[in-house]
């Protein structure tokens, strides 16, 4: 199972709802998910598609950073998003891994983790409007998609760390601590990056220097 | 042998253009032509005609000058695709001939995705309206006999039957009732998303073909005929299109055009008849396939995506024109009385008082005139019966073995 590609070939599930339809082979049903985190002793389907939800955010993340990697012509600002790419990329992995831990399938795709997925393509979908743009706007603009994605997915990761230190110690709390261990620096790393790198170069653009070690403050 | 398109080479794209010599192709003998060759040229014209109106859609969806130039110089080869498709179609074939064809392609592709689609609401939706595209084939199959004087089975060659389906005069249902579910982007099977493709392009087009071509004749049973088959095809269009996803985005929507494309043209590539349109198929197979490529291309450009990511590793089992007759008597013997009430397929006896559909059967209906029934009338009251082409035996509906026009 690679849980970078979901589709009906790698095992994708989903739970109709409203207008979706699906084979019976590939439908989650709510009873299946009754069990997930069953330690939280709380709404296991709700959680069940929220955690699908945040997977879904972290592929979307791995395809902006993807695309962003490509588009941008300031090489530092390449590194970093290739960089975080990659480190994206494992977060899929861990998040996947999580979800099997908790007793869910990586390849469920939840109807929130299509909404998120909704929100995120319009998030890159500014590329559509690149010709009335000069380069830097483009710049920017997807910065600042890198900025807003990073944002939702720090506190994505934020929540299950709350959620975890709710819960009594189980193996599904140790699980949550574990994988948010393994992210959270990084992704700490991701938001201060794309905050500050936004600032200073409005600020450089605009023509007001920086007092150095200025950047990551946000009034 | 499993066939990927993301592995063959395709034609380079600058080496895809055609000069008018080389657009300006031989039609078929309208005679001769094996019938489901002719149906392979309208079910690729329409797929070709889709195609360029979706890239037109997406064009004006942006301003970005790359996609823009990579959608005009494909959608320009992809219209000479057409133009050399449509080329296929000799003269001396008259529209309500044509339109025969039309309808034989709707009968018998829609049957054959039906009888092959894995996901039982796409294949209840593919039935559904099988049967009314059958009757259509049955009402202009009485026209053509009443207006030209011929029988509508020298073009079917008896590869499908001529005889009621469910009534044209049920068919009308309000707007609210032809919307469908959609199939789940991540979850679909790869053949379904190519099913639905495929029957939305070939409906639209006749949806396109009846719109153009109703009022080129001067008797008016034909203008009114083709008036109310045309809505019908409305409805058809409106419902295969609600089965599409949403959530593919403009980018992955031109990839899984290019996709269909390639797998549509692979399919009557395998099983064509007739070797100078093999031969057409398997150039634009080529041509495809690079399209494919520069529209994966794009797709991982702009949105991150790789190819590999949301197409298979091979093109599914292909799609083929063959004989439907005993599927569609099974069809039309157990959901001829079949209606809907927004998303769901419902019998007639089951439909609640103050469902729409009665009121906008009323509105529609209520006139006094309904063409689909006065041409049935009227050729049962020249010929003293209906035209019919009926090759297994009497209609598998005891009601329908008889020219009954419906009592309103």
Same mark, same amino acid.
């Given at each position: 199972?690679?849980?970078?590609?979901?589709?009906? @070939?790698? +095992? !994708?599930? &989903?739970?109709?709802?409203?207008?979706?339809? *699906? $084979?019976?082979?590939? =439908?989650?049903? #709510?009873?299946?998910?009754?069990?997930?985190?069953?330690?939280?002793?709380?709404?296991?389907?709700?959680?069940?598609?929220?955690?699908?939800?945040?997977?879904?955010?972290?592929?979307?993340?791995?395809?902006?950073?993807?695309?962003?990697?490509?588009?941008?012509?300031?090489?530092?600002?390449?590194?970093?998003?290739? @960089?975080? +790419? !990659?480190? &994206?990329?494992?977060?899929?992995?861990?998040? *996947? $891994?999580?979800?099997? =831990?908790?007793? #869910?399938?990586?390849?469920?795709?939840?109807?929130?983790?299509?909404?998120?997925?909704?929100?995120?393509?319009?998030?890159?979908?500014?590329?559509?409007?690149?010709?009335?743009?000069?380069?830097?706007?483009?710049?920017?603009?997807?910065?600042?998609?890198?900025?807003?994605?990073?944002?939702?997915?720090?506190?994505?990761?934020?929540?299950?760390? &709350?959620?975890?230190?709710?819960?009594?110690?189980?193996?599904?709390?140790?699980?949550?601590?574990?994988?948010?261990?393994?992210?959270?620096?990084?992704?700490?790393?991701?938001?201060?990056?794309?905050?500050?790198?936004?600032?200073?170069?409005?600020?450089?653009?605009?023509?007001?220097?920086?007092?150095?070690?200025?950047?990551?403050?946000?009034? | 042998?499993?066939?990927?398109?993301?592995?063959?080479?395709?034609?380079?794209?600058?080496?895809?253009?055609?000069?008018?010599?080389?657009?300006?192709?031989?039609?078929?003998?309208?005679?001769?032509?094996?019938?489901?060759?002719?149906?392979?040229?309208?079910?690729?014209?329409?797929?070709?005609?889709?195609?360029?109106?979706?890239?037109?859609?997406?064009?004006?969806?942006?301003?970005?000058?790359?996609?823009?130039?990579?959608?005009?110089?494909?959608?320009?080869?992809?219209?000479?695709?057409?133009?050399?498709?449509?080329?296929?179609?000799?003269?001396?074939?008259?529209?309500?001939?044509?339109?025969?064809?039309?309808?034989?392609?709707?009968?018998?592709?829609?049957?054959?995705?039906?009888?092959?689609?894995?996901?039982?609401?796409?294949?209840?939706?593919?039935?559904?309206?099988?049967?009314?595209?059958?009757?259509?084939?049955?009402?202009?199959?009485?026209?053509?006999?009443?207006?030209?004087?011929?029988?509508?089975?020298?073009?079917?060659?008896?590869?499908?039957?001529?005889?009621?389906?469910?009534?044209?005069?049920?068919?009308?249902?309000?707007?609210?009732?032809?919307?469908?579910?959609?199939?789940?982007?991540?979850?679909?099977?790869?053949?379904?998303?190519?099913?639905?493709?495929?029957?939305?392009?070939?409906?639209?087009?006749?949806?396109?073909?009846?719109?153009?071509?109703?009022?080129?004749?001067?008797?008016?049973?034909?203008?009114?005929?083709?008036?109310?088959?045309?809505?019908?095809?409305?409805?058809?269009?409106?419902?295969?299109?609600?089965?599409?996803?949403?959530?593919?985005?403009?980018?992955?929507?031109?990839?899984?055009?290019?996709?269909?494309?390639?797998?549509?043209?692979?399919?009557?590539?395998?099983?064509?008849?007739?070797?100078?349109?093999?031969?057409?198929?398997?150039?634009?197979?080529?041509?495809?396939?690079?399209?494919?490529?520069?529209?994966?291309?794009?797709?991982?450009?702009?949105?991150?995506?790789?190819?590999?990511?949301?197409?298979?590793?091979?093109?599914?089992?292909?799609?083929?024109?063959?004989?439907?007759?005993?599927?569609?008597?099974?069809?039309?013997?157990?959901?001829?009385?079949?209606?809907?009430?927004?998303?769901?397929?419902?019998?007639?006896?089951?439909?609640?008082?103050?469902?729409?559909?009665?009121?906008?059967?009323?509105?529609?209906?209520?006139?006094?005139?309904?063409?689909?029934?006065?041409?049935?009338?009227?050729?049962?009251?020249?010929?003293?019966?209906?035209?019919?082409?009926?090759?297994?035996?009497?209609?598998?509906?005891?009601?329908?073995?008889?020219?009954?026009?419906?009592?309103?």
């Amino acid at each position: 199972m690679d849980p970078m590609i979901v589709t009906k @070939e790698a +095992g !994708a599930t &989903t739970m109709p709802l409203g207008m979706t339809v *699906a $084979e019976p082979s590939c =439908q989650m049903i #709510g009873a299946e998910l009754m069990t997930f985190a069953d330690d939280v002793r709380g709404n296991s389907i709700f959680l069940a598609n929220l955690v699908s939800a945040f997977s879904a955010h972290e592929r979307c993340g791995l395809h902006l950073y993807r695309t962003a990697a490509g588009m941008t012509q300031i090489e530092e600002w390449r590194a970093k998003y290739e @960089e975080f +790419g !990659a480190q &994206t990329a494992e977060h899929v992995r861990i998040l *996947a $891994e999580l979800t099997t =831990q908790l007793g #869910g399938d990586p390849m469920y795709v939840s109807p929130q983790a299509r909404m998120t997925e909704f929100c995120d393509s319009k998030l890159m979908e500014a590329i559509l409007l690149a010709g009335s743009v000069d380069t830097m706007t483009m710049e920017l603009t997807t910065l600042e998609a890198v900025f807003l994605a990073e944002q939702k997915c720090h506190a994505n990761w934020e929540l299950l760390k &709350t959620l975890a230190s709710q819960m009594t110690d189980s193996p599904a709390r140790r699980a949550i601590e574990h994988a948010v261990s393994e992210v959270e620096g990084q992704e700490d790393e991701h938001v201060r990056w794309a905050q500050q790198t936004l600032k200073q170069t409005i600020m450089a653009l605009v023509g007001v220097g920086l007092a150095a070690g200025g950047g990551g403050e946000v009034s | 042998m499993a066939f990927n398109p993301l592995t063959e080479k395709g034609i380079p794209i600058d080496k895809q253009l055609r000069n008018w010599s080389e657009l300006s192709v031989q039609p078929y003998d309208k005679d001769e032509v094996d019938p489901y060759t002719r149906c392979r040229v309208i079910a690729m014209n329409g797929i070709e005609v889709e195609s360029i109106m979706f890239s037109h859609q997406f064009a004006r969806h942006t301003d970005n000058p790359d996609i823009k130039r990579m959608l005009a110089m494909t959608r320009r080869v992809e219209q000479q695709q057409q133009k050399a498709v449509s080329g296929l179609v000799p003269g001396d074939e008259t529209t309500l001939e044509h339109t025969i064809a039309y309808e034989q392609v709707a009968v018998d592709l829609t049957a054959f995705l039906a009888r092959n689609e894995p996901d039982p609401y796409l294949k209840q939706t593919l039935d559904f309206a099988l049967l009314e595209d059958f009757d259509h084939l049955y009402r202009y199959a009485n026209l053509l006999d009443l207006i030209e004087g011929k029988k509508a089975d020298r073009i079917t060659k008896g590869l499908t039957e001529i005889m009621p389906g469910r009534p044209t005069v049920d068919e009308h249902r309000h707007p609210y009732d032809e919307i469908r579910g959609h199939y789940e982007k991540h979850t679909v099977d790869p053949l379904s998303r190519c099913h639905v493709m495929t029957i939305t392009a070939a409906e639209q087009q006749t949806m396109n073909f009846y719109m153009n071509i109703g009022n080129r004749y001067i008797e008016p049973i034909a203008r009114s005929l083709y008036q109310e088959i045309a809505m019908i095809e409305e409805q058809h269009v409106t419902q295969y299109e609600s089965l599409l996803d949403p959530l593919e985005t403009w980018f992955q929507q031109e990839v899984f055009h290019q996709y269909n494309e390639c797998y549509m043209y692979y399919s009557f590539m395998t099983e064509e008849s007739d070797p100078r349109i093999k031969a057409i198929w398997e150039l634009h197979l080529g041509q495809e396939i690079e399209q494919l490529r520069l529209a994966c291309e794009m797709m991982h450009r702009y949105e991150g995506v790789e190819a590999e990511e949301i197409l298979p590793q091979s093109l599914p089992e292909p799609t083929r024109f063959q004989e439907n007759k005993g599927y569609v008597r099974e069809v039309l013997a157990s959901q001829i009385d079949l209606r809907t009430v927004g998303t769901q397929f419902v019998p007639l006896d089951q439909l609640p008082k103050d469902a729409l559909y009665f009121s906008y059967q009323q509105q529609v209906n209520g006139g006094g005139l309904v063409p689909s029934e006065d041409v049935i009338k009227e050729h049962v009251r020249a010929q003293g019966g209906d035209y019919r082409h009926e090759t297994e035996g009497p209609h598998p509906v005891k009601q329908m073995e008889q020219a009954a026009t419906q009592k309103r």
